[in-house]
């Protein structure tokens, strides 16, 4: 059970073009799913806080506008990176609360995005 | 200021050779601590929480410990197979998740 994934698990797109990466929670529902970024031999970076109906919350310092965040079921989250640019070339990862416990986050496999 | 620290960064040892890693952290009001393993290209899974001061947990060669201000993760006898980065979260009081740098850790047959 609490099994996270994500799709594309590898995207390479040319500069100025959108990409949306998803994250679905496949055995039980997420009210709350996370966005993280990490980059190269560093920890994991939080992005943002998806609530499922609402407006996500962002970290300081991400751009709400570049990084889109919808999450319109319990089991579906979206992060669309508009107009992407080199420098957001990383390795996104999304989470999920289980549900089972309060505080435990189970991982999907993360999307590698390369954008030229 | 919350803060989780690692260490150490890496750690190379020989297949059977047990040691443990650290992590120490300063937060407000801790609700949990987590211990997650990422391998190479993948997201982190999941291993442990520890919510209070003295709890142990145990997964086949790995034992999680936790004290007042930092946890341990011993592992027994490694094998290769153990060879991943490890890394620790910890939940402050305000329910924000401070992850540490991970330790990345080569078991050599």
């Known amino acids: 059970g609490a099994v996270v994934s994500q799709h594309p698990s590898r995207v390479i797109c040319k500069s100025g073009t959108s990409v949306k990466i998803e994250c679905r929670s496949l055995?039980?529902?997420?009210?709350?799913m996370f966005w993280y970024r990490q980059f190269p031999k560093k920890s994991l970076m939080l992005m943002a806080t998806?609530?499922?109906?609402?407006?996500?919350?962002?970290e300081q310092g991400v751009e709400k506008d570049k990084f889109l965040i919808n999450h319109a079921s319990l089991t579906l989250s979206t992060l669309t990176v508009t107009s992407a640019h080199p420098e957001d070339s990383s390795f996104y990862i999304c989470s999920a609360n289980s549900g089972r416990a309060l505080n435990e986050q189970f991982f999907g496999p993360g999307t590698r995005l390369t954008v030229l | 200021e919350d803060q989780v620290t690692q260490s150490p960064e890496a750690l190379r040892l020989q297949e059977g050779e047990s040691s443990s890693l650290n992590c120490s952290y300063t937060?407000?009001?801790?609700?949990?601590l987590f211990w997650y393993r990422q391998d190479p290209g993948k997201g982190p899974e999941f291993l442990f929480t520890?919510?209070?001061?003295?709890e142990e947990k145990e997964k086949e060669r790995l034992k999680a410990t936790l004290t007042k201000k930092e946890s341990f993760l011993h592992i027994t006898a490694p094998k290769p197979e153990d060879s991943a980065t490890y890394l620790c979260?910890?939940?402050?009081?305000?329910?924000?998740?401070?992850w540490g740098a991970g330790t990345k850790l080569i078991i050599k047959p």
């Open positions: 520890l919510y209070s001061a003295g």
């Open positions: 998806s609530n499922e109906g609402s407006k996500a919350t962002y």
């Open positions: 979260a910890v939940q402050s009081g305000n329910y924000q998740l401070i």
């Open positions: 937060v407000s009001g801790l609700r949990g």
């Open positions: 055995d039980f529902q997420a009210t709350t």
